[in-house]
């Protein structure tokens, strides 16, 4: 029986974050998604201004001084819209792709593959760090395992959203400068739930690194192996996702489901019954992925 | 008689190595307990085991009576002082001992109450505000300290308090922690015999994972028992000594300047075997330099241990 008490969970997370910002943790974490962002942004609208100047070297039309004047112009056009139902095969999910600025549709796809990566290799020594130096001890002999680790998993969700937030708005300073007619409201509110989106869809691995990290003292190795189950994570999505079909090929199904990959494609629809199932699953993982490094650390030494 | 903390036959293992071989220790209620024994005796296994950092392979822990360590029951009762273990160094002073209050279940107005509390006690106020990696070795240990006398704990584990400190630090934190003594029953740890000795009133020996002596301090050390004189000369009238003190056995080494009277019955007091010896000696022109009750701890525990 796992005991638990919600005002210590509350204590060690809100203390956490504090202490991750004063120990320039979270800064790091900010800046590191703060920077990617500003740069893959900025990257983005140089390779659409490429596309744009070429097509219109191509099609012998005038060049615009901005990225997104032409684009902007395509993805209002039905022959894009039609395109694009051919290409993801499924109309509501084009139809939700379609409804999206340019620039939301390049930050959803930014967050959403690389996020989960930079969270496993930031929080895979959450809980190892604190048992290797001792400061745990303090702790432990006041609260229960289960809240601690909690509160440091609600801690780590919260300085992750800070980042993820951080960078949809370099995402957004950027767009604002460099792309032409930006939709200075309908991109907020865009990258906003997209940033909520990578969020919810982080959650999954960020437990998966707090659970890991709850396996040993040994810094380096619950880093290296929250890595090493991340890539392994990511593979097995692949292959069950080829592989998934009809027969006993179903279990490939069922194994894709265990994997946040598996409810990436619901993030995309604007529909409020994907988005709360795939929330829901989302939270189920990280529960999953961090209870099962807990049952571990709750039979260890600390 | 009531107990603070009780240990039944305890055994733990790291691996093949054997820390706890059904180690049994009685700690009563207000007692101040001196834990001695060699490096890997297994002290720090047996305070880290009734804190519940570490698993018991087997045997029972009784803490306050109220079964093992669970945070629910003992939190804020039973502290500790754990031996090297670092706290984050860019946290503030009190911001820490605020958490730690308040983990113990200490609403925030009370967590900040206590906190300050301790940094007066161990005279860090005006250092409530800085990070813990400004402060030195000496002030570092202090705040640990404080943090285990939080909130007024019943049961505290102090593991090896006073190490790596010099020895001005040393004297402050024993008198930190004998000022402490009577509110709290208090576990500590050192290779130090004659600071437990001046600390403690109950002392156990640890070797090889059990507990080989254990019991009051002035009956390990036989202070109701044993008379030691340190002299200034080679020899001492010991057929007058032994004629005047009839119910005592009377050994003299030589070597060590050293005269011990035992009491072989309770009859007298220390002080009736000082009203008939000290006139003997200064009779004979034997200068006396110093009168000690019992022998010491580092004596016992070296016979104990050989």
């Not at chain 1, 974490?29 to 893959?40: E, G, K, N, T």
Request: hydrophobic residues 45%.
């Amino acid at each position: 029986m796992i005991g638990f008490s919600l005002r210590d969970i509350g204590i060690v997370a809100r203390h956490d974050v504090t202490d991750s910002f004063r120990s320039r943790k979270a800064i790091l974490w900010v800046l590191l998604y703060l920077i990617s962002a500003l740069a893959a942004t900025f990257f983005f609208t140089i390779a659409l201004r490429e596309i744009e100047s070429e097509v219109a070297r191509l099609a012998r039309i005038g060049e615009t001084r901005q990225a997104g004047v032409m684009t902007q112009s395509l993805w209002e056009s039905n022959s894009f819209r039609r395109m694009v139902e051919g290409l993801v095969g499924d109309r509501d999910l084009a139809e939700s792709l379609i409804r999206k600025p340019p620039l939301v549709l390049f930050f959803g796809w930014l967050s959403l593959t690389f996020s989960p990566f930079l969270i496993v290799l930031l929080a895979g020594d959450s809980i190892s760090s604190d048992v290797a130096s001792g400061a745990s001890r303090f702790i432990l002999t006041r609260i229960d395992r289960f809240s601690w680790v909690t509160g440091k998993l609600a801690g780590q969700a919260l300085v992750l959203l800070a980042a993820i937030v951080a960078s949809g708005i370099g995402a957004y300073g950027v767009g604002m400068f460099r792309l032409a007619g930006f939709a200075y409201g309908s991109t907020a509110v865009g990258l906003l739930v997209a940033c909520l989106k990578a969020w919810a869809y982080c959650l999954p691995f960020l437990g998966l690194a707090v659970g890991v990290s709850q396996l040993s003292r040994k810094v380096p190795l619950t880093r290296i192996l929250s890595i090493v189950l991340y890539f392994s994570g990511s593979i097995l999505a692949l292959i069950s996702d080829h592989m998934a079909g009809d027969g006993w090929r179903r279990i490939w199904e069922l194994l894709y489901i265990l994997l946040p990959q598996g409810h990436r494609r619901s993030l995309w629809i604007d529909d409020p019954q994907h988005l709360v199932s795939a929330g829901l699953f989302f939270v189920a993982l990280c529960v999953l992925y961090y209870v099962s490094g807990y049952i571990v650390f709750a039979r260890r030494d600390a | 008689m009531t107990y603070a903390l009780r240990l039944r036959d305890v055994h733990k293992r790291y691996g093949r190595q054997v820390a706890l071989d059904g180690l049994n220790l009685d700690i009563e209620r207000g007692a101040v307990l001196g834990l001695v024994g060699k490096n890997g005796a297994g002290k720090t296994t047996a305070m880290s085991i009734a804190a519940g950092l570490l698993r018991a392979d087997s045997g029972t822990i009784d803490l306050l009576g109220m079964g093992g360590f669970r945070p629910k029951l003992h939190r804020g009762r039973v502290t500790i002082l754990p031996q090297d273990a670092r706290l984050p160094t860019h946290a503030r002073v009190r911001d820490t001992l605020v958490f730690l209050a308040r983990l113990q279940g200490l609403t925030r107005l009370q967590a900040i109450d206590a906190a300050d509390e301790m940094l007066t006690w161990v005279d860090l106020k005006d250092r409530a505000t800085s990070p813990l990696g400004t402060l030195s070795h000496g002030m570092f240990r202090r705040v640990t300290i404080a943090q285990a006398f939080l909130g007024s704990p019943e049961l505290v584990l102090l593991d090896e308090p006073t190490s790596g400190l010099d020895p001005k630090q040393v004297v402050q934190i024993r008198y930190l922690i004998r000022s402490r003594r009577a509110q709290a029953t208090i576990v500590i740890s050192s290779h130090i015999l004659s600071e437990l000795e001046t600390m403690c009133d109950h002392v156990a020996f640890i070797e090889n994972g059990r507990t080989i002596r254990d019991g009051k301090l002035e009956d390990v050390t036989n202070r109701q028992k044993i008379i030691s004189y340190s002299v200034a000369s080679e020899t001492v009238p010991v057929e007058v000594i032994t004629a005047a003190l009839p119910d005592c056995g009377v050994h003299f080494s030589a070597s060590a300047k050293l005269l011990t009277v035992s009491q072989r019955t309770e009859s007298s007091s220390p002080a009736d075997i000082n009203a008939r010896l000290l006139p003997v000696l200064l009779e004979h022109g034997v200068p006396i330099l110093e009168i000690r009750l019992g022998s010491n701890l580092e004596k016992e525990y070296l016979q104990q241990v050989q």
